[in-house]
């Protein structure tokens, strides 16, 4: 019992991690130790936005996703490092949503993963996400069992990764050697009740196999046990050929007439992902295995249960006998899943894509060891003779749920169990990785610090700005005036107004939770947040005139170098002012996340052509006058004529104050108005005074010398002036 304590300590610790931080995570443990239920249960226990990979066909059905390939569209083979990169041009624009605006990576059977693949994984990630991060900023959560089944290199493709890599494992990738993450182990298991087999398989699984245990495993070998079909034992071997040669040996042996059953297959359900035979060919007295849990109410079986033919009847089908059940057996339908996005929600959603319907059964006198892989056995014959892989022989044994239950059609030998040093060396270093209660409270408040700081990065938006300017400054006879005079000192402007005054900001918010971390009830912290998510979407109103203005040439190349540049500014300037606009009322992490998430899903719309409605009807908004003015800042020109103060034409036109002193300090510039009519005398004197003596244009330093008394907006007037003047 308090083993078990212990373990639901454990999986509430990953719970906790996963939901409450950004911390990649290694969730291993023995077979049987309820790997597989916490996965069915992690979508429902989580609010972040994730998909579930897996290595395989077989192991995506099994876990409700898809395979790694599939999903990211990588090629089967070596994924040789910083070559054969897909490009993320290459991806639907549903396929682009889903991984920008994903929170969580689940890769299922990551002991099968291979380090090149993992890192190709990487490669997508951060060039998709534009983002140099491990994974791209993504949180990834990698489950299995190390000493179960390992990847697949041939030894030509190991050939050409060897150079590269110190093993075919996914904990010797390249990202992981960069990225940090945990591990959590579980151990209390409950495949098997019996102490003596599970210590046993623990020796085997450690590669730590005595003498007394080897004998104990040997004494059931018995190479002539040929038993009675009604008894149910399943053979357990490690190539096709030899099991397909038992189960059609006997199944012919059967007098019985052959019943064949065909496959309803629809769309796209890969052949190798079949569960079992599309022609399946059954005859009643055969030992078969069901492939899938019942689905009806009355769960009469499950993946892995064995069971032998006792009749078929064209109406009431086949009966399987299982125990003391007989049990009437009718086709069922697996579905493959891809991932999509709901288009009124902008959720990410399982799309059906195809379906197998077909008998849930398949002969199962004998299976490999490989497709024995999460099932449980009773009765297990082992013919482990030919194990030619680390963690055959364990996932073998680990099937069987007791001593008793077992036989060995081959003696077991240390040779047999393929010890690896490359595990050993990981496996030893693994309890170095476990995380605290501590380690939780501490990733906790850096994944919250981290997002609240998120909010305030300009970065990105000044990246682009760059970019485009660079664009502009490259090709200056293909842009009008208006193009090369309004944006480059935009890029200027906004890397004093905001790129600086947001990094003294988030050194404001680190002062205040260095005095008391907390963010939801922390309410000197929350009406700062207020306050500057109020500033910053003002100052990011004057990018939207960039988005007024006519950038298309008569150069196709230059066009496409400005399409290019425009597109990632147009869909981060649309991220960050939804973000800030939701946070308004106080910053939520759970908010946060949901609003960025779907904005990001809708930000790739925004850089799509208009509708033709919508473009007949910026064709009847009001032309630019002779002094190049958009509509809005004639409207304020001609306030300012009447003789209204900039606070009179804010509340006139229902604006903020800061965006009429944008337009103001824009009107300024050209000469068209004077800043002293417009100012207190004695902000204007002061302001003047410190420009000239300083000569530095910063708005920062004259912010922190002047003090806040003196808003941003009379800075920029200000020295507008002084530039007009010069």
């Known amino acids: 019992m308090q083993t078990q304590k212990i373990e639901n300590a454990k999986l509430e610790l990953v719970d906790k991690f996963v939901r409450d931080t950004n911390m990649n995570i290694f969730l291993t443990g023995k077979a049987g130790t309820g790997k597989t239920t916490f996965l069915r249960n992690l979508a429902k226990n989580t609010y972040k936005r994730l998909v579930i990979l897996a290595p395989t066909g077989v192991a995506a059905i099994n876990a409700g996703g898809q395979t790694i390939h599939s999903f990211f569209q990588l090629e089967f083979g070596p994924q040789i490092p910083d070559k054969n990169v897909l490009q993320y041009q290459k991806f639907s624009s549903v396929k682009l949503k889903i991984i920008r605006s994903l929170d969580l990576l689940v890769i299922d059977e990551i002991s099968m993963v291979r ?14 996400r534009r983002n140099e991060k491990p994974f791209g900023g993504l949180q990834v959560l990698m489950i299995g069992d190390i000493h179960q089944l390992a990847p697949v290199a041939k030894e030509e493709e190991w050939a050409l990764l060897r150079d590269y890599y110190k093993s075919v494992y996914f904990f010797d990738s390249h990202v992981l050697g960069k990225a940090p993450y945990c591990c959590i182990e579980l151990e209390h298991i409950y495949r098997q009740e019996d102490r003596t087999f599970i210590d046993i398989l623990n020796k085997v699984r450690n590669n730590r196999l005595d003498a007394e245990s080897l004998r104990i495993l040997n004494s059931h070998y018995h190479p002539d046990f040929n038993p009675d079909d009604a008894e149910g034992y399943i053979t357990l071997m490690t190539h096709n050929r030899q099991v397909d040669d038992i189960n059609e040996s006997k199944l012919n042996a059967l007098k019985t007439k052959s019943l064949t059953f065909d496959a309803v297959v629809t769309g796209n359900f890969p052949e190798m992902s079949y569960p079992t035979k599309a022609e399946l060919e059954l005859k009643v007295g055969a030992q078969v295995m069901f492939v899938k849990n019942d689905p009806s109410p009355e769960k009469m079986y499950f993946n892995g249960r064995i069971g032998r033919i006792v009749a078929y009847d064209e109406d009431e089908g086949l009966q399987v006998q299982c125990g003391y059940d007989v049990i009437s057996v009718t086709p069922v339908t697996w579905k493959n899943f891809e991932y999509s996005i709901n288009e009124e929600t902008k959720e990410i959603e399982e799309k059906e894509v195809g379906s197998f319907t077909q008998i849930p059964l398949k002969l199962a006198w004998a299976i490999t060891i490989h497709k024995s892989q999460g099932l449980t056995f009773d009765k297990v014959i082992l013919d482990a003779s030919l194990a030619f892989a680390h963690g055959q022989v364990y996932v073998a044994l680990s099937r069987c749920t007791s001593l008793e239950g077992l036989v060995l059609k081959a003696r077991l030998s240390q040779s047999g169990l ?79 107004d905001v790129v600086e005054i947001a990094e003294k900001f988030k050194r404001q918010l680190g002062g205040i939770l260095r005095d008391n971390f907390q963010i939801d009830n922390n309410l000197q912290l929350q009406q700062r947040v207020n306050k500057g998510c109020a500033y910053f979407i003002d100052r990011l109103a004057p990018l939207q005139e960039i988005l007024e203005l006519k950038f298309e040439t008569g150069n196709k190349a230059v066009n496409d170098q400005m399409k290019k540049a425009m597109d990632p500014f147009k869909e981060d300037l649309f991220v960050k002012k939804a973000c800030l606009e939701a946070c308004l009322g106080g910053f939520e992490i759970k908010k946060y996340l949901a609003v960025k998430n779907k904005k990001t899903v809708e930000a790739q719309d925004v850089s799509k052509k208009k509708p033709k409605k919508e473009r007949k009807e910026r064709k009847k908004r009001e032309p630019k006058d002779e002094n190049g003015l958009s509509a809005t800042m004639q409207r304020t020109k001609a ?22 002193e944008h337009h103001v300090a824009e009107l300024v510039l050209r000469g068209l108005v004077n800043a002293k009519d417009l100012m207190d005398e004695e902000h204007y004197a002061t302001i003047r005074e410190y420009f000239e003596e300083t000569q530095d244009p910063s708005l920062g330093a004259a912010r922190d010398v002047l003090g806040e008394e003196y808003s941003w907006g009379e800075l920029r007037i200000v020295l507008n002036e002084l530039k007009q003047q010069t």
């Open 115 to 128: 380090a090149d693949l993992l890192d190709s994984v990487d490669n997508v990630l951060r060039r998709v």
């Open 418 to 496: 393929f010890n690896d040093l490359t595990i050993n060396q990981f496996v030893q270093a693994l309890p170095q990785r476990e995380p605290t209660e501590e380690q939780y409270d501490y990733n906790k408040k850096k994944y919250e610090s981290d997002c609240l700081f998120e909010l305030f990065d300009f970065t990105d938006i000044e990246g682009d700005l760059n970019k485009i300017v660079k664009v502009i400054y490259t090709n200056k006879g293909s842009f009008d005036n208006l193009v090369k005079e309004k944006v480059p000192p935009l890029g200027q402007s906004f890397h004093q």
């Open 639 to 660: 306030l300012i004529e009447e003789g209204m103060s900039m606070e009179e034409i804010a509340d006139h036109r229902g604006m903020t104050l800061s965006t009429i």
